[in-house]
């Protein structure tokens, strides 16, 4: 099972990246957040602090994923391609 899908890069997720240091990726549906946080802290070398998980209209499920100050989003992003 792939838990991380893909980041998301919308209007949205570039402003919670700048003010709340966030970032989006759609997940697998059946992940649950203590397994989200482990693969992008493995994936990315990162330090997160919080995952918030909801379904969207579309019928992905969304993690927003925040970081911890040494680990700034927009550093991820840039090497994601994000940016």
Known sequence: MTIIKYPLSTEKSIRLMESE???VFVVD???SKPEIKMAIEKLFNVKVIKVTT???P????KAYVKF?????AI???T???LM
Request: hydrophobic share 30%; net charge positive.
């Open 68 to 72: 911890a100050a040494e680990s700034p």
């Open 79 to 81: 090497k994601l391609g």
């Open 54 to 56: 909801n379904n969207d």
């Open 58 to 61: 579309k019928g992905r499920k």
């Open 21 to 23: 240091n966030k970032l």
């Open 29 to 31: 549906d059946k992940a």
């Open 75 to 77: 550093d991820l992003a």
